[in-house]
Nanobody
């Protein structure tokens, strides 16, 4: 059974940085498109960043562009999200996801979800 396990969340002050990791098991990350979503209290889950199977192409939402970077180490079967210059509005639970079809991933209906890791940014 595929598992995605996120880590790296925490509490930081505005302007700080975090690096989220997502380790995949029972699947190869180079077989899947992968991405990060986040959900703040009272809000819908939203896509933050996506990366294709071989890691050559990535997309970052305009809200976080220039501050967040998605990357993937297929040799380690791990997806990353570097979060820099964090703002209080970045406070949310961040989820890792994977999908065979990029369209499914980007539409928020991936094949697999992680359990999430909490990021809290104070002003």
């Amino acid at each position: 059974q595929v598992q995605l396990v996120e880590s790296g969340g925490g509490s930081v002050q505005a302007g700080g940085s975090l690096r989220l990791s997502c380790v995949a098991s029972e699947m190869r990350t180079d077989d899947f498109h992968m991405g990060w979503f986040r959900q703040a209290p009272g809000k819908e889950r939203e896509g933050v960043a996506f990366i294709n199977r071989d890691g050559a192409t990535s997309y970052v939402d305009s809200v976080v562009k220039g501050r967040f970077t998605i990357s993937k180490d297929n040799a380690r079967n791990t997806l990353y999200l570097q979060l820099n210059n964090l703002k209080p509005e970045d406070t949310a639970k961040y989820y890792c996801a994977s999908s065979i079809l990029l369209s499914q991933l980007q539409s928020g209906t991936p094949d697999h979800w992680g359990q999430g890791t909490q990021v809290t940014v104070s002003s």
